[in-house]
């Protein structure tokens, strides 16, 4: 019997040991960290973002803008896609690539009730491995959410292990987005939002937010968040300018195939160029732009107000594109656009920035799962001084667009084509240009002077 117990004893205490020993190292210097601004190369930061990489803009200038001010930064995702070129080749930025799924969880081939928590799994593991083992240990974890699964728990444990402060930058709500593909009543969706309202008021230092309404969002039920959130709205990249000059605008609108034929008509203002990025996917509701360009088409024929043909540029991929290109080709057949030319683009970074610097008008479709997110496209129209007409109905769309300064909003299609014909049945356009004013004026406060002010702050290495 006491042999028996010694032994369990020896067993015990060798496991603990063992996992003692293995556990992640931990971070010493300077915690907690103090409010006021420090030696940067002392700072180090770990972002991260369980998704691709080059596909998070926000995330990418999050690094970015802590390695221009000297701190160590790791970028943690999966690396499918070109990275953004300035997180390429500098010193203090190492990108750490998460293993993707087997291909088995990926396919779809297994049913979603066993693929779904296997790939969970996985994505603990490969998470654990990442944050806990392949990178020195860190003062800081900046975590994209949404996903929030299973990313927020796994920051929380690293979190502790490592003595690391974290820090949630809300994008959206996972929860929200959920409850658009599955459906509001799924269980898996109130789920989500308990697990994500739970974690997100216990566990970060800090939050940011993309807007004010999202900051007092999670004040309220039934985040509860108690912790600092302050508010970083996205601001456009340095691509995104106004057209330089005239004979800019016109060299480029001869350039790409897409605008080529209509190029003097855009010049003189006899044809109106209109540009929308779209994902193609329920989100963004594509009918409306179709019946309102429609409607716009009727009308030409028969108002005496003369309006100008439009040129719409269309760029983007997703899963709906080629229902639309149909539903596209049989209006144009039938004679529906006959005052309109639909023309789909997928540009280059810098065409697609110098294409919206040419455009006369930018719309936007995004309808906000939460009613509290932003469109990004839209921040990059400002940022190329577009005027901006889009989906108005929620709560923090008037954040970025104000009615009548630098664009107008719609809810329906008959509003959003009585707009289109109100600003460019106006030939002189005045309104446009008074729009466009606007635009540049809001696209004018860039990125670097939002995220110093605000996350540089935070983490101790800006003023
Ligand atoms: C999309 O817009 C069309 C046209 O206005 C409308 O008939 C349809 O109900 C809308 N769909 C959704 C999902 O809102």
Known sequence: MLELL???????STTLTVVLLMLPTRYVRHSPPAATRQDASKISVQVLVLGDIG?????????????????????????????HP????????????????????RSGGLPFVVAGPL???????????????????????????????????????????????????????GWTILAGTRGAAHPFVTISKYYEAFLGRCAPTASFTVTNAMARQLKGAPYNVRSPILTLHDRPAAIFQPIASAEARRAFLERIPETQKHASDIMAAKTRLLVSSTSWTPDENFSLLLEALVTYSTAAK??????????????????????????IAELTSSS?????TIATAWLTTEDYATLLASADLGVCLHMSSSGVDLPMKVVDMFGAGLPVVGYAGYESWPELVKEGMN??????????????????????????????????????????EEWDSVAGRLLGICD
């Open 55 to 83: 596909r998070s803009p926000r995330m990418s200038y999050h690094a970015m803008s802590i390695a221009k001010h000297g701190a160590r930064v790791d970028v943690i995702g999966y690396q499918e896609s070109a990275l």
């Open 119 to 173: 790939k969970v799994l996985w994505q603990i593991w490969s998470l654990y491995q990442a944050l806990g083992y392949r990178t020195q240990p860190a003062r800081w974890l900046l975590v994209q959410n949404p996903p929030s699964i299973p990313t927020l728990f796994l920051a929380i444990i690293v979190c502790f292990l490592r003595n690391t402060h974290l820090i949630i930058d809300w994008h959206n709500y």
């Open 407 to 448: 664009g107008r909003g719609f809810e329906t299609s008959k509003e959003l084509s009585d707009v289109l014909m109100e600003l460019f049945a106006d030939r002189s356009g005045k309104e446009l240009q008074r729009l466009r004013e606007g635009a540049v004026e809001e696209g004018k406060r860039r990125w670097d």
């Open 86 to 105: 300035g997180l390429i080749g500098n010193a203090l930025i190492s990108i750490v690539p998460l293993p993707p799924p087997p291909k088995i969880l």
């Open 302 to 327: 028969t108002s005496k107000s003369a309006l100008p043909p439009i040129l719409a540029i269309i760029t983007g991929k997703g899963p709906q594109k080629e229902m639309y290109m149909k539903r």
């Open 6 to 12: 010694l032994t369990l004893a020896v067993i015990a």
């Open 336 to 340: 529906k656009l006959s005052s309109v």
